[in-house]
Protein backbone atom coordinates (compact mmCIF):
# COMPACT_ATOMS: atom_id res chain seq x y z
CA UNK A 1 0.00 0.00 0.00
CA UNK A 2 3.10 2.51 0.70
CA UNK A 3 5.04 1.57 -2.18
CA UNK A 4 2.10 1.77 -4.79
CA UNK A 5 1.64 5.54 -3.90
CA UNK A 6 5.12 6.09 -3.71
CA UNK A 7 6.57 4.33 -6.53
CA UNK A 8 5.57 5.33 -10.26
CA UNK A 9 3.75 2.60 -11.75
CA UNK A 10 6.81 1.10 -13.96
CA UNK A 11 8.82 1.13 -10.57
CA UNK A 12 6.23 -0.45 -8.45
CA UNK A 13 5.31 -3.05 -11.59
CA UNK A 14 9.68 -4.03 -11.21
CA UNK A 15 9.35 -4.23 -7.31
CA UNK A 16 6.62 -6.33 -7.87
CA UNK A 17 8.25 -8.69 -10.75
CA UNK A 18 11.35 -8.70 -8.99
CA UNK A 19 8.68 -10.49 -5.49
CA UNK A 20 6.91 -13.20 -8.13
CA UNK A 21 10.25 -14.15 -9.82
CA UNK A 22 11.33 -15.07 -5.91
CA UNK A 23 7.76 -16.39 -5.19
CA UNK A 24 7.58 -18.66 -8.34
CA UNK A 25 10.65 -20.36 -7.89
CA UNK A 26 10.33 -21.00 -4.12
CA UNK A 27 7.71 -23.80 -4.93
CA UNK A 28 10.18 -25.44 -6.58
CA UNK A 29 13.47 -24.87 -4.06
CA UNK A 30 11.13 -26.20 -1.17
CA UNK A 31 10.70 -29.38 -2.61
CA UNK A 32 7.81 -30.07 -0.56
CA UNK A 33 10.04 -29.94 2.52
CA UNK A 34 8.29 -27.74 5.03
CA UNK A 35 5.37 -30.37 4.99
CA UNK A 36 7.97 -32.88 6.28
CA UNK A 37 7.63 -31.77 9.91
CA UNK A 38 4.22 -31.69 10.79
CA UNK A 39 4.08 -34.99 9.25
CA UNK A 40 7.12 -36.78 10.98
CA UNK A 41 7.30 -35.26 13.79
CA UNK A 42 4.30 -35.90 15.52
CA UNK A 43 5.24 -39.65 14.66
CA UNK A 44 8.85 -39.89 16.35
CA UNK A 45 9.61 -39.46 20.39
CA UNK A 46 10.88 -36.15 20.91
CA UNK A 47 14.27 -36.91 22.13
CA UNK A 48 14.73 -37.50 18.22
CA UNK A 49 12.98 -34.14 17.35
CA UNK A 50 16.31 -31.96 17.20
CA UNK A 51 18.15 -34.34 15.15
CA UNK A 52 15.35 -34.44 12.50
CA UNK A 53 15.13 -30.58 12.77
CA UNK A 54 18.79 -29.92 11.67
CA UNK A 55 18.73 -32.47 9.46
CA UNK A 56 15.80 -30.61 7.52
CA UNK A 57 17.12 -27.02 7.96
CA UNK A 58 20.29 -28.31 7.12
CA UNK A 59 18.82 -29.45 3.56
CA UNK A 60 17.05 -25.93 3.36
CA UNK A 61 21.14 -24.04 3.97
CA UNK A 62 22.08 -26.03 0.57
CA UNK A 63 18.67 -25.11 -1.53
CA UNK A 64 18.88 -21.58 -0.16
CA UNK A 65 22.43 -21.30 -1.21
CA UNK A 66 21.24 -22.66 -4.93
CA UNK A 67 18.43 -20.32 -5.45
CA UNK A 68 20.55 -17.39 -4.46
CA UNK A 69 23.64 -18.38 -6.85
CA UNK A 70 20.71 -19.31 -9.63
CA UNK A 71 18.48 -15.57 -8.85
CA UNK A 72 22.07 -13.49 -9.37
CA UNK A 73 23.58 -15.95 -12.39
CA UNK A 74 20.99 -15.34 -14.49
CA UNK A 75 19.40 -12.27 -13.79
CA UNK A 76 20.20 -10.54 -17.35
CA UNK A 77 18.45 -13.54 -19.10
CA UNK A 78 15.14 -13.26 -16.35
CA UNK A 79 15.05 -9.59 -16.88
CA UNK A 80 14.88 -10.45 -20.66
CA UNK A 81 12.47 -12.69 -20.22
CA UNK A 82 9.75 -10.84 -19.16
CA UNK A 83 11.35 -7.94 -21.18
CA UNK A 84 12.27 -5.68 -18.50
CA UNK A 85 15.61 -4.58 -18.26
CA UNK A 86 15.18 -2.89 -14.84
CA UNK A 87 14.59 -6.28 -13.52
CA UNK A 88 18.75 -7.46 -14.10
CA UNK A 89 20.20 -5.29 -11.14
CA UNK A 90 17.32 -5.87 -9.24
CA UNK A 91 17.43 -9.17 -9.45
CA UNK A 92 20.99 -9.31 -8.64
CA UNK A 93 20.46 -6.99 -5.36
CA UNK A 94 17.58 -9.11 -3.83
CA UNK A 95 19.40 -12.48 -4.51
CA UNK A 96 21.38 -13.11 -1.36
CA UNK A 97 17.18 -13.43 -0.13
CA UNK A 98 16.64 -16.87 -0.55
CA UNK A 99 19.50 -18.29 1.30
CA UNK A 100 18.15 -16.34 4.43
CA UNK A 101 14.57 -17.25 4.24
CA UNK A 102 14.84 -20.91 3.13
CA UNK A 103 16.15 -22.21 6.20
CA UNK A 104 12.67 -20.39 8.21
CA UNK A 105 10.60 -22.73 6.10
CA UNK A 106 8.99 -25.18 8.60
CA UNK A 107 8.63 -23.14 11.26
CA UNK A 108 4.73 -22.63 11.48
CA UNK A 109 4.75 -27.11 11.38
CA UNK A 110 7.51 -27.26 14.27
CA UNK A 111 5.35 -24.51 16.37
CA UNK A 112 2.16 -25.93 15.54
CA UNK A 113 3.39 -29.97 16.13
CA UNK A 114 4.62 -28.86 19.69
CA UNK A 115 1.53 -26.53 20.78
CA UNK A 116 3.87 -23.16 20.61
CA UNK A 117 2.22 -21.36 17.89
CA UNK A 118 2.27 -17.61 19.97
CA UNK A 119 5.79 -17.69 19.02
CA UNK A 120 4.51 -17.53 15.77
CA UNK A 121 2.51 -14.80 16.39
CA UNK A 122 5.83 -12.80 17.49
CA UNK A 123 7.49 -14.10 14.65
CA UNK A 124 5.19 -12.91 12.29
CA UNK A 125 4.59 -9.60 13.76
CA UNK A 126 8.38 -9.04 14.06
CA UNK A 127 9.02 -9.80 9.95
CA UNK A 128 6.46 -7.78 9.52
CA UNK A 129 7.35 -4.80 11.60
CA UNK A 130 10.95 -5.32 9.92
CA UNK A 131 9.39 -4.86 6.52
CA UNK A 132 8.06 -2.19 7.55
CA UNK A 133 10.95 -0.21 8.70
CA UNK A 134 13.59 -1.38 6.33
CA UNK A 135 11.89 -1.57 3.31
CA UNK A 136 8.68 1.00 3.86
CA UNK A 137 10.56 4.27 5.88
CA UNK A 138 13.39 5.01 3.51
CA UNK A 139 11.37 5.30 0.73
CA UNK A 140 8.92 7.42 3.05
CA UNK A 141 11.42 9.62 4.36
CA UNK A 142 14.53 9.12 2.35
CA UNK A 143 12.61 9.16 -0.99
CA UNK A 144 14.24 5.95 -1.86
CA UNK A 145 13.50 3.88 -5.17
CA UNK A 146 12.66 0.54 -6.00
CA UNK A 147 16.30 -0.49 -5.12
CA UNK A 148 16.41 0.53 -1.76
CA UNK A 149 13.16 -1.02 -1.28
CA UNK A 150 15.09 -3.81 -2.04
CA UNK A 151 18.00 -3.53 -0.49
CA UNK A 152 15.76 -2.99 2.93
CA UNK A 153 14.29 -6.64 1.90
CA UNK A 154 17.67 -7.94 2.00
CA UNK A 155 17.99 -6.94 5.39
CA UNK A 156 14.89 -7.29 7.18
CA UNK A 157 15.09 -11.35 5.88
CA UNK A 158 17.99 -11.11 7.14
CA UNK A 159 16.83 -10.44 11.01
CA UNK A 160 14.00 -12.92 10.21
CA UNK A 161 16.14 -15.97 9.61
CA UNK A 162 18.15 -14.86 13.17
CA UNK A 163 14.49 -14.82 14.69
CA UNK A 164 13.39 -18.15 13.08
CA UNK A 165 16.54 -20.06 13.45
CA UNK A 166 15.93 -19.21 17.32
CA UNK A 167 12.25 -19.86 17.14
CA UNK A 168 12.67 -23.53 15.56
CA UNK A 169 14.33 -24.88 18.12
CA UNK A 170 12.68 -23.37 20.88
CA UNK A 171 10.21 -26.30 21.36
CA UNK A 172 12.56 -28.80 22.39
CA UNK A 173 15.18 -27.05 23.42
CA UNK A 174 15.14 -29.18 26.57
CA UNK A 175 14.60 -32.48 25.04
CA UNK A 176 17.10 -34.73 24.83
CA UNK A 177 19.51 -34.94 21.37
CA UNK A 178 19.02 -38.60 20.42
CA UNK A 179 19.49 -39.44 16.95
CA UNK A 180 16.41 -39.26 14.36
CA UNK A 181 15.97 -42.57 12.87
CA UNK A 182 14.00 -40.86 9.89
CA UNK A 183 16.90 -40.77 7.34
CA UNK A 184 17.23 -38.28 4.50
CA UNK A 185 16.38 -41.36 2.04
CA UNK A 186 12.49 -41.01 3.65
CA UNK A 187 11.99 -37.63 3.77
CA UNK A 188 13.25 -37.60 0.32
CA UNK A 189 10.66 -40.18 -0.52
CA UNK A 190 8.29 -38.24 1.09
CA UNK A 191 9.08 -35.02 -0.09
CA UNK A 192 9.53 -35.96 -3.68
CA UNK A 193 6.01 -36.84 -4.76
CA UNK A 194 5.17 -33.03 -3.18
CA UNK A 195 8.48 -31.58 -5.77
CA UNK A 196 6.32 -32.89 -8.72
CA UNK A 197 3.28 -31.08 -6.91
CA UNK A 198 5.54 -27.74 -6.09
CA UNK A 199 6.96 -27.65 -10.10
CA UNK A 200 3.43 -27.80 -11.58
CA UNK A 201 2.23 -25.27 -8.69
CA UNK A 202 4.97 -23.07 -9.99
CA UNK A 203 3.48 -23.07 -13.62
CA UNK A 204 -0.10 -22.90 -11.61
CA UNK A 205 1.08 -19.62 -9.95
CA UNK A 206 2.98 -17.97 -12.23
CA UNK A 207 1.14 -18.32 -15.35
CA UNK A 208 -0.99 -15.33 -15.30
CA UNK A 209 1.79 -13.02 -13.51
CA UNK A 210 4.24 -13.80 -16.85
CA UNK A 211 1.41 -14.06 -19.51
CA UNK A 212 0.05 -10.49 -18.41
CA UNK A 213 3.72 -9.15 -17.76
CA UNK A 214 5.04 -10.81 -20.63
CA UNK A 215 2.10 -8.97 -22.97
CA UNK A 216 0.87 -6.17 -20.89
CA UNK A 217 3.63 -4.59 -19.85
CA UNK A 218 4.73 -3.89 -16.12
CA UNK A 219 2.06 -0.75 -15.77
CA UNK A 220 -0.73 -3.15 -16.44
CA UNK A 221 0.96 -5.87 -14.19
CA UNK A 222 0.73 -2.97 -11.32
CA UNK A 223 -2.62 -2.53 -11.64
CA UNK A 224 -2.92 -6.83 -11.90
CA UNK A 225 -0.66 -7.20 -8.32
CA UNK A 226 -2.61 -5.27 -6.55
CA UNK A 227 -6.13 -6.41 -7.43
CA UNK A 228 -5.30 -9.82 -8.05
CA UNK A 229 -5.37 -11.01 -4.05
CA UNK A 230 -7.46 -13.28 -2.30
CA UNK A 231 -8.97 -12.00 1.01
CA UNK A 232 -5.95 -11.73 3.62
CA UNK A 233 -8.03 -12.69 6.43
CA UNK A 234 -8.98 -15.97 4.64
CA UNK A 235 -5.47 -16.97 4.12
CA UNK A 236 -5.27 -16.33 7.88
CA UNK A 237 -8.43 -18.29 9.18
CA UNK A 238 -7.36 -21.00 6.62
CA UNK A 239 -3.59 -20.89 7.18
CA UNK A 240 -3.96 -20.95 11.23
CA UNK A 241 -7.02 -24.01 10.54
CA UNK A 242 -4.61 -25.95 8.38
CA UNK A 243 -1.26 -25.23 11.18
CA UNK A 244 -3.43 -27.44 13.56
CA UNK A 245 -4.54 -29.70 11.42
CA UNK A 246 -1.30 -31.03 10.36
CA UNK A 247 -0.18 -32.72 12.78
CA UNK A 248 -3.10 -33.51 13.81
CA UNK A 249 -4.48 -35.97 10.96
CA UNK A 250 -0.90 -37.15 10.93
CA UNK A 251 -1.31 -38.25 14.29
CA UNK A 252 -5.32 -39.66 14.00
CA UNK A 253 -3.72 -41.65 10.36
CA UNK A 254 -0.69 -43.34 11.96
CA UNK A 255 -2.73 -44.28 14.74
CA UNK A 256 -5.74 -45.71 12.07
CA UNK A 257 -8.82 -44.11 13.76
CA UNK A 258 -11.58 -44.12 11.69
CA UNK A 259 -11.92 -41.58 9.14
CA UNK A 260 -15.97 -41.71 9.36
CA UNK A 261 -16.31 -42.01 13.12
CA UNK A 262 -12.97 -39.66 14.03
CA UNK A 263 -11.54 -37.77 11.56
CA UNK A 264 -14.53 -35.98 9.35
CA UNK A 265 -16.27 -34.19 12.99
CA UNK A 266 -12.94 -32.82 13.22
CA UNK A 267 -13.25 -31.93 9.20
CA UNK A 268 -16.77 -31.19 9.52
CA UNK A 269 -16.36 -28.11 12.73
CA UNK A 270 -13.51 -26.37 11.14
CA UNK A 271 -15.61 -26.45 7.86
CA UNK A 272 -18.63 -25.07 9.35
CA UNK A 273 -16.86 -22.84 11.68
CA UNK A 274 -15.09 -21.35 8.62
CA UNK A 275 -18.10 -21.02 6.83
CA UNK A 276 -19.51 -18.83 9.55
CA UNK A 277 -15.90 -16.47 9.49
CA UNK A 278 -15.61 -16.16 6.01
CA UNK A 279 -18.91 -16.07 3.70
CA UNK A 280 -19.55 -12.74 5.52
CA UNK A 281 -16.49 -11.19 4.88
CA UNK A 282 -16.20 -11.95 1.64
CA UNK A 283 -19.13 -10.79 0.24
CA UNK A 284 -18.32 -7.37 1.78
CA UNK A 285 -15.59 -7.19 0.24
CA UNK A 286 -16.98 -8.23 -2.91
CA UNK A 287 -19.61 -5.80 -3.30
CA UNK A 288 -17.29 -3.14 -2.13
CA UNK A 289 -13.91 -4.22 -4.12
CA UNK A 290 -13.68 -1.18 -5.83
CA UNK A 291 -13.47 1.35 -2.97
CA UNK A 292 -11.59 -0.96 -0.79
CA UNK A 293 -8.82 -1.15 -3.64
CA UNK A 294 -8.55 3.01 -3.98
CA UNK A 295 -8.66 3.36 -0.27
CA UNK A 296 -5.54 0.73 0.10
CA UNK A 297 -3.78 2.00 -3.05
CA UNK A 298 -4.75 4.92 -4.16
CA UNK A 299 -6.90 6.25 -7.36
CA UNK A 300 -4.19 5.52 -9.61
CA UNK A 301 -5.04 2.17 -8.96
CA UNK A 302 -8.98 2.02 -9.30
CA UNK A 303 -8.76 -0.87 -12.12
CA UNK A 304 -7.21 -3.10 -9.77
CA UNK A 305 -10.41 -3.24 -8.33
CA UNK A 306 -11.49 -5.53 -11.31
CA UNK A 307 -8.88 -7.61 -10.65
CA UNK A 308 -10.13 -8.27 -6.64
CA UNK A 309 -13.60 -8.97 -7.84
CA UNK A 310 -12.56 -11.81 -9.61
CA UNK A 311 -10.05 -13.03 -7.30
CA UNK A 312 -13.14 -12.80 -4.25
CA UNK A 313 -15.06 -15.92 -6.02
CA UNK A 314 -12.07 -17.89 -4.89
CA UNK A 315 -12.59 -17.52 -1.42
CA UNK A 316 -16.36 -18.90 -1.64
CA UNK A 317 -14.53 -22.44 -1.92
CA UNK A 318 -10.93 -22.27 -0.45
CA UNK A 319 -13.42 -22.68 3.06
CA UNK A 320 -10.65 -25.87 4.50
CA UNK A 321 -7.24 -26.77 3.16
CA UNK A 322 -7.60 -30.08 2.02
CA UNK A 323 -3.59 -30.12 1.69
CA UNK A 324 -3.15 -31.73 5.46
CA UNK A 325 -5.75 -34.86 5.43
CA UNK A 326 -4.36 -35.49 1.69
CA UNK A 327 -0.79 -35.80 2.54
CA UNK A 328 -1.52 -37.36 6.08
CA UNK A 329 -3.32 -39.87 3.93
CA UNK A 330 -0.42 -40.41 1.73
CA UNK A 331 -1.58 -39.55 -1.39
CA UNK A 332 1.41 -37.42 -2.27
CA UNK A 333 0.93 -38.67 -6.01
CA UNK A 334 -2.67 -38.06 -6.51
CA UNK A 335 -2.08 -34.11 -5.34
CA UNK A 336 1.05 -33.78 -7.56
CA UNK A 337 -1.26 -35.45 -10.40
CA UNK A 338 -4.15 -32.74 -9.98
CA UNK A 339 -1.56 -29.65 -10.07
CA UNK A 340 -0.17 -31.68 -13.05
CA UNK A 341 -3.21 -31.68 -15.25
CA UNK A 342 -4.51 -28.58 -13.64
CA UNK A 343 -1.41 -26.66 -14.64
CA UNK A 344 -1.55 -27.96 -18.34
CA UNK A 345 -5.60 -27.06 -18.97
CA UNK A 346 -4.82 -23.29 -17.05
CA UNK A 347 -1.20 -22.82 -19.28
CA UNK A 348 -3.40 -23.80 -22.82
CA UNK A 349 -6.03 -21.53 -21.96
CA UNK A 350 -4.79 -18.41 -20.72
CA UNK A 351 -2.47 -18.89 -24.15
CA UNK A 352 -5.90 -19.17 -25.69
CA UNK A 353 -6.98 -16.19 -24.46
CA UNK A 354 -4.37 -13.88 -25.55
CA UNK A 355 -4.91 -14.93 -28.87
CA UNK A 356 -8.30 -14.20 -28.85
CA UNK A 357 -9.67 -12.24 -26.02
CA UNK A 358 -6.08 -9.96 -25.57
CA UNK A 359 -7.49 -8.94 -22.39
CA UNK A 360 -5.67 -9.57 -19.00
CA UNK A 361 -8.82 -9.99 -17.29
CA UNK A 362 -9.95 -12.88 -19.29
CA UNK A 363 -6.66 -14.06 -17.90
CA UNK A 364 -7.76 -14.04 -14.29
CA UNK A 365 -11.07 -15.28 -14.91
CA UNK A 366 -9.78 -18.38 -16.61
CA UNK A 367 -7.31 -18.53 -13.09
CA UNK A 368 -10.25 -18.38 -10.98
CA UNK A 369 -11.70 -21.48 -12.73
CA UNK A 370 -9.16 -23.50 -13.07
CA UNK A 371 -8.85 -23.03 -9.02
CA UNK A 372 -11.79 -23.75 -8.33
CA UNK A 373 -11.84 -27.27 -10.62
CA UNK A 374 -8.46 -27.96 -8.88
CA UNK A 375 -10.53 -27.95 -5.27
CA UNK A 376 -13.43 -29.69 -6.74
CA UNK A 377 -11.61 -32.63 -7.57
CA UNK A 378 -9.69 -32.84 -4.17
CA UNK A 379 -12.76 -32.34 -1.98
CA UNK A 380 -14.20 -35.03 -4.10
CA UNK A 381 -11.09 -37.17 -2.97
CA UNK A 382 -11.51 -36.49 0.31
CA UNK A 383 -15.73 -37.03 0.19
CA UNK A 384 -14.60 -40.57 -1.14
CA UNK A 385 -12.08 -41.20 1.91
CA UNK A 386 -14.86 -40.28 4.52
CA UNK A 387 -17.03 -42.42 1.98
CA UNK A 388 -19.89 -39.56 1.70
CA UNK A 389 -21.16 -37.90 -1.21
CA UNK A 390 -19.27 -34.90 -2.04
CA UNK A 391 -22.10 -32.62 -1.13
CA UNK A 392 -22.45 -33.69 2.06
CA UNK A 393 -19.07 -31.76 2.91
CA UNK A 394 -21.06 -28.53 2.34
CA UNK A 395 -23.00 -27.53 5.36
CA UNK A 396 -25.31 -26.62 2.22
CA UNK A 397 -28.09 -25.24 5.06
CA UNK A 398 -26.01 -22.76 6.78
CA UNK A 399 -24.36 -21.16 3.34
CA UNK A 400 -27.66 -20.19 2.59
CA UNK A 401 -28.42 -18.95 5.73
CA UNK A 402 -25.51 -16.59 5.60
CA UNK A 403 -25.19 -16.10 1.65
CA UNK A 404 -28.95 -14.66 0.39
CA UNK A 405 -29.52 -12.57 3.50
CA UNK A 406 -25.83 -10.82 3.41
CA UNK A 407 -26.78 -10.16 -0.55
CA UNK A 408 -29.67 -8.75 0.01
CA UNK A 409 -28.16 -6.50 2.99
CA UNK A 410 -25.37 -5.66 1.15
CA UNK A 411 -26.68 -4.76 -1.94
CA UNK A 412 -29.55 -2.17 -0.27
CA UNK A 413 -26.41 -0.59 1.86
CA UNK A 414 -24.63 -0.03 -1.26
CA UNK A 415 -27.23 1.85 -2.96
CA UNK A 416 -28.19 3.82 -0.10
CA UNK A 417 -24.58 4.85 0.44
CA UNK A 418 -23.36 5.43 -2.40
CA UNK A 419 -25.85 6.11 -4.55
CA UNK A 420 -28.20 7.90 -2.75
CA UNK A 421 -25.72 9.74 -0.52
CA UNK A 422 -22.58 9.75 -2.87
CA UNK A 423 -20.30 8.60 -0.11
CA UNK A 424 -16.17 7.70 -0.94
CA UNK A 425 -13.57 6.15 0.30
CA UNK A 426 -12.51 4.83 3.97
CA UNK A 427 -15.83 6.76 5.74
CA UNK A 428 -18.00 5.30 3.35
CA UNK A 429 -16.45 1.56 4.22
CA UNK A 430 -16.17 2.03 8.04
CA UNK A 431 -19.86 2.95 8.20
CA UNK A 432 -21.35 0.32 5.76
CA UNK A 433 -19.35 -2.20 7.56
CA UNK A 434 -20.40 -1.23 10.87
CA UNK A 435 -23.89 -1.44 9.98
CA UNK A 436 -23.29 -4.69 7.82
CA UNK A 437 -21.81 -6.53 10.77
CA UNK A 438 -24.81 -4.81 13.15
CA UNK A 439 -27.51 -5.99 10.65
CA UNK A 440 -26.01 -9.22 10.08
CA UNK A 441 -25.13 -9.74 13.82
CA UNK A 442 -29.00 -9.29 14.49
CA UNK A 443 -30.01 -12.01 11.90
CA UNK A 444 -27.63 -14.35 13.23
CA UNK A 445 -29.34 -14.29 16.49
CA UNK A 446 -32.92 -14.31 15.02
CA UNK A 447 -31.58 -17.92 12.67
CA UNK A 448 -29.23 -19.19 15.77
CA UNK A 449 -26.37 -19.11 14.19
CA UNK A 450 -23.81 -19.86 16.77
CA UNK A 451 -20.95 -17.46 17.08
CA UNK A 452 -20.07 -17.29 20.77
CA UNK A 453 -17.94 -20.58 19.82
CA UNK A 454 -15.89 -19.10 17.58
CA UNK A 455 -14.90 -15.75 19.94
CA UNK A 456 -14.02 -18.17 22.70
CA UNK A 457 -9.74 -17.57 22.80
CA UNK A 458 -8.23 -20.73 21.59
CA UNK A 459 -11.35 -22.75 20.04
CA UNK A 460 -9.43 -24.75 17.93
CA UNK A 461 -7.17 -25.82 20.19
CA UNK A 462 -10.03 -27.16 22.78
CA UNK A 463 -12.00 -28.20 20.59
CA UNK A 464 -9.78 -30.17 18.20
Not at 38 to 58: E, F, G, H, V
Request: charged fraction near 15%; aromatic fraction near 18%; glycine fraction near 4%.
Amino acid sequence: MILSRYFPKEDYGTYKQVIYVYSTFLFLFTLGLPKAFPYYLPRIPIDQAKSLIKKITNLFFILGACFSILLYVFSPQIAYFLKNPDLELAIKIFSPVPFFMLPTMGLEGILATYQRTQYLTIYTVSSTILKLLCVALPVIFFHGGYLQAIIGFVIASFISFLIAIYFKYLPVKHSGKERSLISYKEIFRFSLPLLSASLWGLIITSSDQFFISRYFGSSVFADFSNGSMELPFVGMVVGATSMVLEPLFSRQIHEKLSPEKDIFPVWNSVFEKTVKIIYPLVLFFLFFADVVIVVLFGGMYENSGIYFRIKLIVNFFTLITFYPLIIAIGANKFYAHVHMYGAIILVLFEYLSILVFKSPYVITIISVICQIGRIMVMLLFISNFFEIKLIKLFPLKLIGKILFPSIILLFLIRYIFMDLLLMKGLVLLCLTFGLYIILFAIWSIFLKIDYISIVKPFFLKKEL
